[in-house]
């Protein structure tokens, strides 16, 4: 199997990117948010407790995540990998992930970044407001919140994945396909190794 985990800050693209490189290596995409919302539109009681944090950009707690995020790696298993987005996004999360893989015998191989500054992240969340309808999205404050979560709870990821040899961190700036080239890059350089 390859893992692999699409890495960033809100807006940094981890979605957009994560589909495509699905495709290519054949791999399950997960992405925690996607699931938060459709458990929210079909109001489901998983749905309705994350949605009292995502509204107000915070992170849901960690158990609550890793139990939906376990029930979803079974749905998919036997696969040839899964790209993780959105998840982990705390160190508690991160090992228990290593967890959930080690029951497979598994492992994470890579954790990719897209690397956007914040100036940018801001305009590009502004922007996809207009029409995701997020409610996450509709406000600077709403979205500072949901960066000072990510300095807070999910940048010492940075270090843990660096401790391991497996963060790689790639321009998220510029066009989809040469942000996508970036990632397949790194994804070939070690699956070639
Ligand atoms: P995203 O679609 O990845 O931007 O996530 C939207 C929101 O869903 C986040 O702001 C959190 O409230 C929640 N969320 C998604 N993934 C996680 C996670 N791994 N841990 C905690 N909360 C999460």
């Known amino acids: 199997m390859l893992n692999i985990i699409i890495f960033g800050k ?3 693209g981890k979605g957009t990117q994560a589909s495509i490189i699905k495709d290519k290596y054949n791999l399950q995409h997960i992405s925690t948010g996607d699931v938060f919302r459709k458990n929210m539109s079909s109001k489901t009681d998983l749905g309705l ?57 598994q492992k994470i191989d890579l954790i990719i970044a897209l690397d956007v500054d914040n100036t940018t992240l801001t305009e590009r969340l502004l922007q996809r407001g207009k029409s995701s309808g997020r409610s996450d999205d509709q406000s600077v404050e709403k979205i500072n ?19 391991q040899n497996k963060f790689f961190s790639v321009d998220g700036i510029g066009s989809l396909q040469d942000i996508t080239s970036r990632i397949i890059h790194v994804i070939d350089k070690y699956t070639n190794d």
């Open 49 to 105: 407790l994350a949605k009292g944090y995502m509204d107000k950009g915070e992170l849901v707690p960690d158990q609550v995540t890793i139990d939906m995020l376990s029930h979803e790696i079974d749905n998919f298993l036997p696969c040839k990998g899964f790209i993780f987005d959105g998840f982990p996004r705390t160190t508690y999360q991160a090992k228990a992930l290593d967890n959930l893989l080690s029951l497979e015998s």
């Open 10 to 12: 809100p807006g940094s």
């Open 145 to 163: 919140i949901r960066l000072q979560e990510y300095d807070n709870k999910t940048k010492p990821l940075v270090t843990f994945y660096m401790q």
